[in-house]
């Protein structure tokens, strides 16, 4: 195994202890096996990362079913989904479990969640250090996140609800450091993928709706019109994020057979859909169902 600096975590505190995390994965060759928990449901994923030719490369892949795998080289992520065309985007990490805030700058979350260093404990046989990202609003689930103790890699996460208890969660069941970068993660960086597509990121909102309530901190990051690829129909979609979190309002025609509003959860991920007058509205985001339940219901015709 690559030999890494200990963390000593009497000597940093949780912010420059995440920040150690980041450094480590943007500087370290290495191959990682996780699992995502969900009640009753686990995802397996393998997690590879390198440096290679001043270039940084990383590839997620959920080994379920049909699978979805992402490559990254530098700031350009190529997706590889089922029954869909390869497509690339530009960004600085792949859109995985792990929030990407984590290895980026973070104080960037400061406003809106406190970082605090939490006790330590034993994962998968390794000595660990809690850090707990701790929402200072009621309405967003923390998040907590225990480092190795000789590496900074995230050895487990969890999205954790007021209450204490852990909602979903992520923990590592393999990793090793290895001085040079993988065979195959070499050989799948030199292949032929897309063209970026260009960036879609409006601000302006479409479709002549407003949203009246969002938890402190979300702001809009897109707005576009989107054919729902389960029923055909078109909807106005707008995305928000407070920078950990993400959160999807959908607002297309009522459809016929639903009556009433209902909220249907897995994991952190609530999905709450709002029969109002004339019109569907549909939540989705790691927020707490009654979260959901005041975005959806306060969506109006700013027009009206």
């Known amino acids: 195994m690559l030999c890494i600096a200990p963390i000593n975590a009497q000597e940093q505190n949780a912010e420059q202890l995440l920040s150690s995390m980041a450094d480590t994965v943007k500087k370290s060759n290495f191959e990682a096996s996780f699992v995502v928990a969900k009640g009753r449901s686990i995802d397996p994923y393998l997690w590879r990362h390198a440096n290679v030719d001043g270039k940084?490369?990383?590839?997620?892949?959920?080994?379920?079913?049909?699978?979805?795998?992402?490559?990254?080289?530098?700031?350009?992520v190529t997706y590889f989904e089922p029954q869909s065309?390869?497509?690339?985007?530009?960004?600085?990490?792949v859109s995985g479990p792990i929030p990407s805030i984590l290895f980026s700058d973070i104080s960037a979350l400061s406003p809106h969640y406190h970082f605090v260093l939490g006790g330590?404990?034993?994962?998968?046989?390794?000595?660990?250090?809690?850090?707990?990202?701790?929402?200072?609003?009621?309405q967003k689930f923390n998040y907590w996140v225990w480092l190795d103790s000789e590496s900074s890699l995230p050895l487990k996460a969890a999205y954790v609800n007021t209450d204490g208890e852990v909602i979903e969660q992520l923990q590592l069941t393999n990793v090793s450091f290895t001085p040079v970068p993988s065979e195959e993660l070499i050989a799948m960086s030199k292949k032929s993928f897309?063209?970026?597509?260009?960036?879609?990121?409006?601000t302006e909102k479409v479709g002549g709706w407003d949203i009246a309530w969002l938890p402190p901190g979300f702001k809009l990051v897109k707005s576009d019109r989107q054919t729902l690829s389960l029923n055909g129909e078109l909807a106005d979609y707008y995305l928000f994020s407070d920078g950990l979190v993400e959160v999807s309002v959908f607002i297309q025609r009522p459809l016929g057979g639903?009556?009433?509003?209902?909220?249907?959860?897995?994991?952190?991920?609530t999905v709450f859909i709002h029969q109002a007058a004339g019109y569907e509205v549909s939540v989705v985001g790691k927020i707490p169902a009654m979260t959901s339940k005041k975005i959806a219901e306060s969506v109006y015709r700013a027009n009206q």
Do not use: F, W
Request: charged share 25%; glycine share 6%; proline share 7%.
């Open 56 to 76: 940084e490369l990383e590839h997620l892949s959920l080994l379920n079913g049909a699978g979805v795998e992402m490559v990254r080289v530098d700031n350009v």
């Open 85 to 93: 065309q390869p497509y690339s985007l530009k960004n600085e990490s």
């Open 120 to 138: 330590k404990s034993r994962i998968s046989g390794r000595p660990a250090q809690l850090i707990r990202i701790e929402s200072k609003e009621q």
């Open 194 to 202: 897309p063209a970026p597509v260009p960036s879609l990121k409006k």
């Open 258 to 269: 639903q009556q009433r509003s209902k909220a249907l959860s897995s994991g952190a991920t």
